[in-house]
């Protein structure tokens, strides 16, 4: 049973270009989470998508932007990059916000640089 | 956000127990103490959660104080895979469960 899976693993872009990070959930999970971590500190959260919508936000600025399709898959956009935004990013699923506190699954992250 | 403290760091020496504590003082009487673990170069992974009484799991123990403002977390024999970030979360449930991570301890484990 696959886990969560992450493309592409590795990604570098010039500053002020757009990117897109992809997320496959686990099975049966239906609530995908993004962080970012940059290194040395702990993930920070960036939003959380249910049902195809954005159900929870942590606080950062709408240049970072989401999706979930239909089949639950997620897509991370970050517009205008700064260097600043170089850092681990991290997808985690789990099953039904709200409805259970069950432990999140997580991928191994996109390292993203930002030259 | 629901905030945690725990020690930048600890050693332990193999096959000895650890316990890594987490101070929670602003938890309310909803939230869930979760840990996860992460390894160099991996993604976080789940250890166990709980509300209000002790957990136990084949990964660790949850020990929770009886005011729940901390928590413990107990690996009974450390091995040198044990070497991780642990972090300590509150999940808190605002209309959905979010999950926030603090800056984690470094857990050692001396051979």
């Known amino acids: 049973d696959a886990g969560v899976t992450q493309s592409p693993t590795h990604l570098i872009k010039t500053r002020g270009q757009q990117v897109t990070l992809r997320c496959s959930p686990k099975s049966g999970h239906d609530t995908v989470s993004w962080y970012q971590q940059a290194l040395g500190q702990g993930p920070q959260f960036i939003f959380q998508y249910y049902e195809e919508e954005e159900r929870q936000r942590g606080n950062f600025p709408d240049r970072f932007s989401g999706h979930q399709f239909p089949n639950y898959s997620s897509e991370l956009n970050v517009n205008a990059l700064l260097l600043g935004d170089s850092a681990l990013y991290l997808c985690?699923?789990?099953?039904?916000?709200?409805?259970?506190?069950?432990?999140?699954?997580f991928g191994s992250g996109t390292r993203l640089t930002v030259v | 956000d629901a905030k945690t403290t725990q020690p930048n760091s600890m050693e332990s020496n193999e096959e000895e127990p650890v316990h890594l504590p987490c101070n929670h003082s602003t938890i309310s009487g909803t939230d869930y103490i979760h840990w996860y673990r992460q390894l160099p170069s991996q993604g976080p992974e789940y250890v166990i959660h709980?509300?209000?009484s002790n957990v136990n799991n084949r990964m660790a123990s949850l020990a929770i104080a009886e005011d729940r403002k901390s928590s413990t977390l107990i690996l009974h024999r450390a091995t040198l895979r044990d070497a991780a970030v642990y972090y300590c979360i509150l999940k808190v449930n605002t209309g959905g469960f979010k999950t926030i991570f603090g800056a984690g301890t470094r857990l050692f484990v001396k051979a």
């Open positions: 985690a699923s789990s099953a039904g916000t709200g409805k259970n506190n069950y432990g999140y699954t």
């Open positions: 709980g509300l209000t």
